[in-house]
């Protein structure tokens, strides 16, 4: 083969031909070109004109969207190229709220870091919009399209690696914009809190909301007491925020650091991971037992479970009824330890750390609560302690480790890997596989579900029954394996689903970069810890054996099932919205029928249903004694099509076929 | 009196956007034919039918949105029967058009701060230059040009509008 070699800045360099784009000829020369719009996850847009090149003939092309070829030849840094780039940044500041010493982003902010490189010192145009207002309606993101540079990474993440699609650009020209759809506050919509339009969002127009006010409140008041558990994912990323190596475990420096700041006592959520792991493989078992709700699915990962009740009612049913280990460590100290040690639900004040996003809003779930306070009082991300730790002036390098409170500091590793995907589903098979051949597992190690690939299937023959698995993370690859598993193409007994890539670890409340690159180091952290545990299995932690004892009796029991697991409901994927009937809207004596027309129903033929019962009204010559509306989602999804009846509170699922039925006996007898 | 039907019957609406759907198919490629057709039909893009769309061919709902925000050829605002559009370019504003809209905007009854009337019968829009400076301050209603437009013009052809009801 002929090696082949094109010029960069007046040097030769030998291209393979398998190089993306120049950017990476570029890059691997050891040369940084600044970009905005690309990343080498997702799609490449080409919009920011930031990694601008300078061609043979002296035009500027965007290295990202080049291919190498042999004999081309470009420089990097010209003149022209600087000035450019100056001015572009120049017009982006100059729509840009330039609040930088407020701005949540600061310091980890591309545009920042770019315009202090460039030497961009003084903007010299005027803002082109009026400024908009910021939302703040999400339990777990705040938008402000005022630092928004229509870079497009946000939306390329929604759709291309979450398979959402919340994000989307509006209008063009001058008034182009990147919004949720119709405009509408971001909790409207179907967005599902995961974050990681905030990860890769390269200016403060997307950040994690932050909730650390809360905490400062609760540790400076002397009535409550402070309890902190802090998540197994966030050990191995905490020490990107202080330049440490990634991947390393810095839990008990950590603990340290809120010691300092007046927490009471801090736990460990892989405690709560090994409760979970014992009623979610019970859980298992006994649908394996019934051969009942199979495959089933996890239910610790809030985006998931979100996703799941706005996008696949037919499946609620299967997911573990299980709480995730976050909502377990809240339920098991506001419901039992506060007892025991006899502080007022009002008095204890928990806290979790968390590398997600979506922990937020589910700790806001009503149903999550003990005698009316939330079980888990504020979340607060990675990177919002790594905050709190440098606003407090630790010196988190010099910090002598300390270690956690006993008894719920005691964990397995089983608990531990919970962070990675494939944890979660290695953790269960290692109760599970004991319990099943009733033989002490020694070969603790299921390295077939390891791994950060998108999707990892295995089969394992347990006592002469095969257990079918699978292990997906990122929710577009899940929108995919659900579509085959709706269309039993294929079919699993368990399946374990993190919204983010790679699972906790690519949590949206992680430091960042959060790229493929962290996510490694930071899972193989995990599986470092875990080798060194002195316990693997989660039965085998002697605090989950004293608890089940002292309280919950056993796996799934009645005291469990009240304190530990939950259940779903369908939810709207988009708020707001009904179709009146405008011109009959006043006259109120009629019967009013409302057909649900949202995604789930729609797809059932709700249409169909609603056409016939306007044909049965019309036959039956009592069309102005009734009245149709469409509605969006009754939030009844696994039931529809949906129907309500007036004001009846009854929703009603009317199949194609039951049409007819549900005239005669719902709609005409309240007619006459 | 004229007939405003059309938004008031959003049953028989949703009725007609599937036919549109139908005809067109889900694929991605479809969306803007269908779009086009439902705007034709209602003369704007009413967000229930956008959200409904998306459902029916499996495109996230910002994604619709967006391309309904995009062209110019749609619009998601209600829009009347009747299009008046006066010119408020450089030429037609020194020659009166300011007062030309306000006596049509007072004359068809538009509320302050609209520009549709409230039954969806006329819409009023001003647009910077019509390319008729010849002819300022110049009018266009329903596509029909209308040059040199005076007070009692404005009168005139809002008779003329309203007769082309009963044609
Ligand atoms: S939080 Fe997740 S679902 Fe919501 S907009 Fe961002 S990427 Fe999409
Ligand atoms: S919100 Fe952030 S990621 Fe999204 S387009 Fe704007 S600047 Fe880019
Ligand atoms: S990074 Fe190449 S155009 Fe944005
Ligand atoms: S789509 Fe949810 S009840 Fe109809």
Sequence with gaps: MTHQYMEVNNKKVEITGNEKNILEVVRNMGIEIPTFCYHSELSVYGACRMCMVEDERGNLVASCSLKPQAGMKIKTHTKKIMDTRRMILELLLANHHQDCTTCEKSGNCKLQELAVNMGVKKVRFKPRKPWQDIDTSSASIVRDPNKCILCGDCVRMCSEVQGVGVLGFINRGPNINVVPAFDKPIADVDCVNCGQCVSICPTGALTIKDDTLKVWEALSDPKKKVVVQIAPAVRVAIGEEFNHTEGSNYLYKSVAALKMMGADYVFDTSFSADLTVVEEATEFLNRVVKGEKLPQFTSCCPGWVTYAEKNCPDLLSNLSSCKSPQQMFGAVFKKFFAKKMNIPTEDMYVVSVMPCTAKKFEAERPEMSTDSYQDVDAVITTVELARMIRKMGIKFEELEPASLDMPFGFSSGAGVIFGTSGGVAEAALRYAVEKLSGETLNEVNFREVRGLEGLKEATFNIHGKDIKLAVVSGLANTQQLIEKIRKKEVSYDFVEVMACPGGCIGGGGQPVPNTSETRVLRSKGLYDIDAKSTVKKAQNNPTIEKLYDEWLKTPNSDEAHYALHTHYGHKKRIGGMEIKDEAKENANEKIVISVCVGTNCYLKGSYDVLQELIGLAREHGIEDKVEFKGTFCLENCSNGPSIKVSDDLHKYGVQKEETQKFFNNVVLPRVK | ?167
């Design chain 2, 1 to 167: 009196m004229h007939k405003t039907k059309t938004v008031q019957e959003p049953l028989r609406n949703f009725a007609k956007v599937k036919e549109i759907i139908e005809k067109y198919g889900t694929e991605r490629s479809a969306l803007i034919p269908v779009l086009q057709a439902i705007q034709g039909e209602f003369r704007y893009l009413p967000q229930e039918m956008l959200s409904f769309v998306a459902t029916a061919m499996g495109i996230p709902q910002a994604e619709v949105f967006g391309v309904a925000t995009f062209y110019a050829q749609f619009s998601t605002q209600p829009k009347g029967k009747h299009i008046v559009q006066v010119c408020d370019g450089t030429a037609c504003h020194v020659r009166g058009a300011s007062d030309i809209i306000k006596k049509f905007k007072k004359d068809l009854q538009i509320p302050e701060g609209k520009t549709t009337t409230d039954d969806l019968y006329v819409t009023l829009e001003t647009v910077s230059c019509l390319g008729a400076c010849a002819l300022a301050p110049a009018v266009v209603v329903d596509g029909k040009v209308y040059g040199n437009v005076n007070f009692e013009d404005v009168a005139r052809i809002i008779v003329t509008m309203k007769e082309s009801d009963d044609e």
